[in-house]
């Protein structure tokens, strides 16, 4: 929870019914331990979404690249 109320954006993963992948970063917040975010009235995300609820949303904390690790802190 830490995490998801640091975090500045989260990627959206759905999948169409068939199989086709889509992920969109996305603006959120949380409240009341559930996940809000800014969604057009129509559009491809809303037409998947009445297809398969299926998600998945990631989101990433604070980051340091180490260029010389090829890696992350």
């Not at 970063?25 to 559009?43: E, K, Q, R």
């Amino acid at each position: 929870m830490a995490v998801l109320q640091k975090a500045e954006y989260g990627i959206l993963s759905i999948a169409s019914l068939d199989g086709i992948p889509y992920g969109i970063p996305l603006n959120y917040c949380v409240m009341n331990d559930t996940i809000y975010f800014h969604c057009a009235v129509h559009g491809r995300k809303l037409d998947i979404l009445a297809q398969n609820g299926s998600v998945s949303f990631c989101v990433v904390g604070d980051t340091e690249v180490l260029p010389d690790k090829f890696g992350m802190k």
